[in-house]
């Protein structure tokens, strides 16, 4: 297997540089021509700015203002980060050792960066606070969704845990909070063929082979509101909602299903009622089964909870 060629620039606030390869048909005369015409989002005054202050390296070191363009060569530095609101929650660690941590994701944070999320990102925040900077996710939760989430702080197991979520053998279960229906029969199978477009915020479901399972268990009710289990046997996006808006009791916080809001992704009040709140596995390094719980709970039922 070939080995990653290692960035020649150090991480910056917990992340690697960019990598940016140059083509080998290219023509363009410099480096800098060439980041001008594919880096559509740098403007040139800050192309030329980072080539002055030498934040733009190859493999030998700082590439001058006006040094040639390389076919096939690689050129790294470190974009700048876009302007980003706190998320104003704690993330609390679950377990912690030499080869993994589990985390409770509050509501809100994004696992890792994408868009306009960088910093306030769990993986980022993880990277700096515990000076783990090969920290990677073993797999993610929507930003709106709280609850536990496993990393790998050791890089050379970063495959046999992720493989384990790939190969879908990983125990998961979730809580939800959504109107109680009576008339609902549960517990119940969901099943559905969900597809999600690129650059569209939701997914939706069409007709055909089912491509997504999710079984729904009524745990309580009172006051008109349930509090569910969720078990999906598939991951697909927004999985978990669609099944609840479909079964007719969409997940109380829900800002896209049944129907999109404009709420502004600085508003961090009344939170997606969905909770990640258990994972078990069988670990593929010590064979043990291995199973990590919540210590969240979602606000919705405890603030209606009876004195």
């Known amino acids: 297997m070939r080995r990653r060629q290692q960035p020649p620039l150090a991480k910056r606030h917990g992340l690697d540089p960019a990598r940016v390869r140059m083509p080998e048909d290219g023509t363009w005369r410099t480096v800098r021509d060439f980041l001008v015409a ?65 985390i409770d994701k509050p509501h809100f944070l994004p696992t890792i960066p994408r868009g306009g999320h960088i910093l306030q990102t769990a993986l980022v925040r993880l990277r700096r606070e515990l000076d783990l900077p090969q920290l990677v996710p073993a797999h993610r939760l929507d930003r709106v969704t709280a609850g536990l989430v496993l990393f790998v702080v050791d890089p050379s197991l970063r495959g046999a845990y992720q493989t384990l979520f790939q190969d ?69 996006t927004h999985q978990l909602r669609l099944h609840m808006n479909s079964l007719g009791v969409p997940i109380l916080g829900d800002d896209l299903y049944p129907k999109a809001t404009d709420r502004a992704v600085e508003n961090f009040t009344d939170p997606l009622q969905l909770l990640a709140s258990s994972i078990e596995f069988k670990d593929p390094i010590s064979k043990s089964i291995r199973r990590f719980e919540t210590g969240l709970s979602l606000a919705r039922w405890a603030s209606d909870s009876s004195p």
């Open 168 to 236: 879908r053998k990983v125990h998961k279960e979730y809580e939800a909070i959504a109107p109680h229906d009576p008339a609902l029969t549960l517990p119940t199978v969901v099943r559905s063929r969900i597809v999600s477009e690129k650059g569209q915020f939701t997914a939706r479901e069409v007709v055909g082979e089912p491509n997504a399972h999710t079984t729904v268990e009524l745990l309580d009710h009172r006051d008109g509101l349930g509090r569910y289990r969720l078990t999906p046997l598939t991951g697909r």
């Open 38 to 102: 594919s880096e559509r989002r740098i403007p040139p005054h800050r192309i030329d700015a980072m080539l002055a202050a030498g934040d733009i390296v190859d493999m030998n070191g700082p590439l001058s203002p006006d040094a040639p363009y390389v076919a096939g060569e690689a050129v790294w530095f470190h974009r700048d980060l876009p302007t980003e609101t706190v998320v104003p929650f704690d993330i609390s660690i679950v377990h912690r050792d030499d080869a993994l941590l589990v």
